[in-house]
């Protein structure tokens, strides 16, 4: 691996200036945003939300997603259920679990749905500033309102309070949630539901779903994350995503799957009766052609063109496909979304052709290689940059995220502003994006995650697995620390002159605003980007602050 260069070039006033400014951060590692408050029409459902067990914040037990004597209890949230009324049965749902794509299929089969006109709830998890992101409905997708996401636990809250009672405070916030979300959707007479699992599948809350009304299960993929709750290997992973397998529905498969975990997949397929169709079947011919703008904004052009034979026999032609996610893992996830979409009309459901392309070209979803317009850049301090947002937070999706800023920005030098939660595998996350190319900076810093501190990683922390993880690649870095004056900093970026990658930590305003500066004073061909990744809780915090 080559080493790589970042301020060669600067003069001594330009080294002054930027060191002093890097070297302040590190008096300052404390993050400076926040998400977003709930609407205080809210505040009943928040509060009562907020005395149950929350394990977004707290983190997952051991085993507590495997189908064992140590996962979840699903008899609770069937008894919650069955107390509501049973509202997953008023509708027809497609399950969805994966380690990653979960989201960003949901959204594309959700916008190709309402493309056809169809009444679509989409349930997924987790948010970036609001809870109500987690529960659309309709039409046109609209979140639903504070007013009516209150006015509908009220109408409700004595079941869920004698609910609660009834299993000894055992409730969490989530399976409260999932409940009153898909009671919601019976409410607002929704024709066919999209819902996202929690954790793993077969002890997830959303599980409820039996064979009848579901219409079809979904694995995008499976990757090593959530192993301690998931039973501890690959293969207890796929286990537990196969729990969403029903008898006789049909089985779409996102991929690629190492063989040993499409077997698992299949053989419970298999012995369910239900058909499996693969979207890296040899007869998917899709391919990624190449990139525009439309309307200032970056999108990829695709081709999906699927023949596939087996099980079902499904065809689609779709030329120039214009997807708004950007990468190659994205049109994956369009793929997968299409099979789905062929896979309904054959149970009856009308989806044209023109509906897809249409569903798919409409599909966003925040803090998924997301660029931040101009005036967005304006507002934390710095017009001009180029920022792109993604919520990376595993090895598999810095590795996709890698690719994408390969594809997509192929000679821009690149900075790093990453905050990460403690439980995830941070060396295997900085070992993916080192290999990114033209990387000038990364700096750590720390977000709330899931709005406490419990989970969170120290950008001290954070900075050593960087450091480690270029060590171990024999890249040459510097290693930013406290200076007790300015001439100790303009020292040390005299080193940065070598093949260095600047490794530093601090506030996450101060980090982007430091990381422009680097990117400012360089002279190349391509204007840079700062990449903020990590978490999706570290683009909550960039997206609260401009929209607070």
């Known amino acids: 691996m080559k080493n790589l260069s970042i301020l ?29 408050r709930e609407d205080p029409e809210m505040d009943q459902l928040m509060e009562f939300l907020e005395n149950l067990k929350n394990f977004e914040k707290s983190g997952v037990p051991k085993s507590a997603g495997t189908d064992s004597e140590d996962g979840f209890d699903l008899g609770r949230m069937r008894r919650l259920m069955g107390l509501l009324g049973n509202p997953q049965s008023m509708f027809k749902t497609v399950h969805i679990a994966g380690t990653k794509g979960k989201g960003s299929t949901a959204a594309f089969l959700s916008s190709i749905l309402r493309a056809e006109g169809y009444s679509v709830g989409c349930y997924t998890s987790p948010h970036v500033q609001t809870i109500r992101e987690r529960i659309t409905f309709g039409r046109w997708g609209e979140l639903v309102s504070a007013k009516k996401l209150n006015h509908h636990f ?53 599980n409820v779903i039996v064979g ?29 995503k196969s729990g969403i397998i029903k008898n006789g529905r049909p089985l779409v498969l996102g991929g690629p799957f190492i063989p040993s975990i499409e077997y698992i997949l299949r053989s419970k397929a298999s012995s369910m009766s239900s058909p499996v169709v693969s979207a890296c079947d040899p007869g998917n011919r899709s391919a990624l052609r ?36 950007l990468g190659a893992h994205q049109l994956q996830n369009a793929v997968t979304a299409t099979c789905a979409a062929l896979c309904l009309n054959k149970q009856g459901w009308s989806l044209s052709s023109g509906s897809i392309r249409a569903g798919l070209e409409g599909a966003i979803l925040q803090g998924r290689t997301q660029v ?76 709330d995650i899931a709005g406490a501190k419990s989970r969170l990683t120290s950008a001290s922390l954070l900075k050593c697995a960087w450091a480690n993880a270029s060590r171990e690649m024999n890249m040459k870095v510097l290693d930013l620390k406290v200076a007790d004056s300015e001439d100790q900093s303009l020292q040390a970026a005299g080193i940065v002159e070598s093949q260095s990658i600047l490794l530093a930590e601090g506030s996450l305003l101060a980090c982007i605003r430091a990381g422009f500066k680097i990117l400012s004073e360089r002279t190349a061909e391509q204007p840079g980007i700062i990449v903020v990744t990590g978490s999706l809780h570290i683009v909550s915090a960039v997206l609260g602050y401009l929209h607070s």
């Open 8 to 36: 060669g070039g600067f003069t001594r006033s330009i080294q002054r200036s930027m060191a002093c400014s890097v070297a302040g951060l590190v008096h300052s590692t404390r993050h400076s945003f926040s998400t977003l």
């Open 154 to 206: 009220n109408t409700r809250r004595e079941i869920l309070e004698r609910a609660v009672k009834l299993e000894n405070g055992c409730l969490s916030h989530f399976e409260v949630f999932t409940a009153i979300a898909f009671s919601l959707f019976a409410e607002e007479n929704t024709e066919i539901a999209v819902v996202e699992v929690g954790l793993g599948g077969a002890r997830d809350a959303t």
């Open 212 to 240: 009848p009304d579901l219409a079809i299960s979904i694995i995008t993929t499976v990757g090593e994350e959530h192993l301690d709750a998931l039973g501890g290997s690959l293969e207890s992973i796929a286990v537990a």
């Open 290 to 325: 190449g990139f525009c703008e439309v309307s200032g904004i970056p999108r990829q052009l695709c081709d999906i063109v699927l023949h596939i034979e087996k099980d079902f026999d499904l065809s689609i032609e779709l030329l120039g496909v214009k997807l708004r996610m």
């Open 372 to 447: 931040l317009s101009s005036e967005e850049a304006s507002l934390l301090g710095v017009p001009g940059a180029t920022i792109l947002l993604d919520g990376a937070h595993t090895k598999e999706s810095a590795r996709a995220l890698t690719n994408t800023l390969q594809m997509t920005f192929p000679k821009a030098k690149m900075v790093l502003v990453v905050a990460m939660a403690n439980d995830k595998n941070h060396l295997g996350f900085a070992r993916e994006l080192l290999s990114v190319g033209n990387l000038a900076a990364v700096f750590s810093t720390e977000v």
